[in-house]
């Protein structure tokens, strides 16, 4: 249970000093919940963590969230005002029969929102997203780099 965020040693690339991400750090993450006077609802937090990799191929940025048990319906994919990739959606709790007995609930359910600042090569007008298996893949393509005409010239002398 640490209030600081693990630098090294996680096998993991952390995002506090990644420029392009909007990841915002909570402190009380891993703090007990009875320990706070206003105790968070597990159902709002459980998934809030979900975990996406962000690759950049040659042609294109891509994003993929393990997103199990989830439809394309219940998953949003947006593209806000300064290049923001928004990935938000909600996983509802299992509704409890009057005659179940629950003797183990494991799975989360809750909203989940990750943001992502995307950069200047962005072609924000042909993203793409498709989900498959409980795989969430955003494909963000790239522009061209233009490489700067060199014009030789010719010393004389």
Known sequence: MSLIPSFFGTGRRTNIFDPFSLDIWDPFQDFPSAALTAPRSDETTAIANTRID????PEAHVFKADLPGLKKEEVKV????????????????????K????????????RFLRRFRLPENAKLDQVKASME?????????????????????????
């Open 99 to 110: 005659g179940d007995t629950w003797h183990r609930m494991e799975r989360s359910s809750g």
């Open 54 to 57: 962000w690759k950049e191929t």
């Open 78 to 97: 947006e593209i806000e005002e300064g290049r923001v990739l928004q990935i938000s959606g909600e996983r509802t709790k299992e509704k409890e029969d």
């Open 133 to 157: 298996n409980g795989v969430l893949t955003v494909t963000v393509p790239k522009q061209e780099v233009k490489k700067p005409d060199v014009k030789p010239i010719q010393i004389t002398g």
